[in-house]
């Protein structure tokens, strides 16, 4: 009975040491200024949503990232916009006239897009504080944002609602 025990811990110990973690970037943001993702970690959960200006769903799930970004302090909504160059002023000008309390950088190469496997916007992604993707979706539907919270108010020690 202590043998099946030990094989199913060893296994358990086995996943959590080989879970994926964010490669690390070098991006972009509105003005130019080149962030890093160990800049984003460390304070708490990140939510990273890769968009494009033409995707409708994106843009219908920024709001309800937005409120998340207010609702919890120690989330860092980032959103990376994966537009080709010649539509980074159209995006940036659909940011700025939205005043969205989140971050957002350029990967307009699809440099970590390509390393994640980020084909279709929008696919978002949920960090703890030290880089490793603990969540990852494609796609936006209403109330998937519920989805998010859950796992963001875990990450913060948080009950949820069905605790």
Not at 34 to 60: H, M, R, S, T
Request: hydrophobic fraction near 40%.
């Amino acid at each position: 009975m202590k043998k099946p025990i030990a094989c199913l811990l060893l296994l358990l110990l086995v996943s959590f040491a080989m879970a994926d973690m964010m490669p690390d970037f070098k991006l972009p943001d509105a003005t130019g200024k080149n962030v890093i993702l160990q800049e984003l970690l460390g304070k708490g959960p990140v939510l990273i949503d890769f968009w494009a200006d033409y995707c409708k769903p994106c843009k219908d799930a920024m709001p309800q990232l937005n409120t998340l970004a207010e609702k919890y302090d120690s989330l860092t909504v980032v959103m990376i916009s994966i537009d080709a160059p010649k539509n980074l002023p159209k995006a940036k000008n659909y940011l700025k006239s939205k005043n969205y309390k989140f971050i957002t950088l350029f990967d307009s190469e699809k440099t970590l897009a390509k390393k994640l496997g980020v084909t279709n916007p929008p696919h978002t992604f949920i960090l703890n504080k030290t880089g490793e993707i603990v969540y990852s979706h494609i796609g936006y539907e209403p109330g998937v944002e519920n989805e998010y919270e859950m796992h963001i108010r875990n990450l913060l020690g948080l009950k949820t609602d069905a605790e």
